[in-house]
Each structure stands twice: as structure tokens, then as C-alpha cells.
């Protein structure tokens, strides 16, 4: 078993199924923000993670926010160049906002159509169903790293990121009992290359995702 799949490019799968994303977490089987999740080490952590602060862009962004014990750390956050700031802001909470749908217990996450699009809207509710589907979630820290911005055409961006799973634990959306046995591989580590557009309220939207798990380029 994966601590956590990665998300893979969109496949065949129908508008339905991206419909049917607000049915996702509306049981009660979900993970509630104040449920106490046996082995994941509550007592010191805050109660939910925000996402990053929107910039003085006049943008209504929808808030969002992790439960107790997840937690994504972000590294290289500042380029120094103030465009491609505002994309890489836009890349991280759209991977809050995936992270939400599937550890946050919610009738809707408005997030995630918030910040993805087209066939990376499509992939993500594959991701988001597949752990819903298996009864399961995840708990624990994800390191973002090694991003890049490459500014393309005239409102089109690529991103490029590492990530490392190897510190997050499959957690039974049931019995919230969180599986640490699971030995660390190369397969904890992935390579993403995601494709970003500006849409008309001056969002960078994710529109596609492509990964390799056990990326040499993250090892």
C-alpha cells in the first residue's frame, strides 16, 4: 500500500464523476476537523492549517482550511520576481485545496473548483474518489520543494515541484487508527509538472497534471 497515490493525469473519466464532488465527504465516514485521530499526534498541533494569504488583489478567494495532523510545507516560496510569486501562491492552494477535499469532511469544498480546471479538475476527483472509495485518508506532513515557474504565452504558466510523502500515513476514515508500518520507498517521492491559467477573476488556475512517482530529480 502508498502512504498516499499520486495524482495522476486525467484518465477516462465522465462530467459526472467531477459532479459528483460535493457528494464526496458528506457521509459519516469522513474526517472531521475535531475528530481525534488514534496515532497521529494531536496534543500539540494547531487546530487547522490556512492556506496561503491571498495578496491585495481584491480576489473574494474561498478559505481553506486542513485538519488536525495534516500539514504541507511549501519550500522556496519567494523567486523574487512578483509574478511568478502570485503563481507559485495560486499552485500552493490548489494543493491545500485537493489535500481538503479528501481530509476534510464537507458537503462541498468549493476550493478545489476554485483553483483547478479542466483535465486537472477531472484527475482530481479520480484522486479524491479513490481514497473516499477504500475508506481512507491520510495524516501527517508533505515537503513541497525544488518548484519552479516558467511563464509561457501571454496568461499561461508551467509549475514544477517535487514532493515527499515519506512523513504522511494512510489514516481508516472509520476507526481514524492510522497505519505507520508502512516502510519508506522511493516511491514517497514524485516529480509534478502542472500547467496554470489566468482566468477572468485573475486566478491562476491549474489546468493539467502530469507526475512520475519515484522521480530520480526528487531523490
Not at 459528483?20 to 485521530?37: P, Q, V
Not at 497521529?40 to 492549517?49: P, R
Not at 481514497?131 to 481512507?136: E, L
Amino acid at each position: 500500500m502508498n502512504r498516499r497515490p499520486t495524482l495522476l493525469a486525467a484518465a477516462s473519466l465522465t462530467a459526472a464523476a467531477v459532479l459528483s464532488l460535493s457528494a464526496c465527504g458528506g457521509g459519516d465516514g469522513g474526517s472531521k476537523n475535531d475528530d481525534k485521530i488514534e496515532g497521529a499526534g494531536n496534543g500539540s498541533s494547531e487546530s487547522a492549517t490556512p492556506s496561503p494569504k491571498a495578496s491585495d488583489d481584491a480576489i473574494d478567494r474561498p478559505q481553506i482550511k486542513l485538519p488536525k495532523g495534516v500539514k504541507n510545507v511549501f519550500e522556496g516560496g519567494r523567486t523574487g520576481d512578483a509574478k511568478k510569486d502570485v503563481i507559485l501562491a495560486d499552485s500552493e492552494r490548489r494543493i491545500d485545496s485537493l489535500d481538503e477535499a479528501v481530509t476534510v469532511n464537507a458537503k462541498e469544498h468549493p476550493a478545489l473548483k476554485f483553483y483547478s480546471a479542466g483535465d486537472a479538475l477531472v484527475s482530481a476527483a479520480t484522486y479524491i474518489k479513490g481514497f473516499y472509495d477504500d475508506g481512507r485518508s491520510f495524516v501527517g506532513t508533505t515537503r513541497y520543494y525544488k518548484r519552479n515557474v516558467t511563464i509561457l504565452k501571454k496568461g499561461t504558466a508551467a509549475v514544477t515541484y517535487c514532493m515527499d510523502s515519506s512523513k504522511t500515513y494512510p489514516l481508516d476514515r472509520k476507526t481514524k487508527k492510522v497505519d505507520k508500518s508502512i516502510p519508506a520507498s522511493d516511491k514517497d517521492y514524485a516529480f509534478f509538472n502542472t500547467r496554470l491559467e489566468k482566468n477572468a477573476e485573475g486566478v491562476w488556475q491549474t489546468t493539467s497534471v502530469t507526475s512520475i512517482e519515484a522521480a530520480k530529480q526528487c531523490l
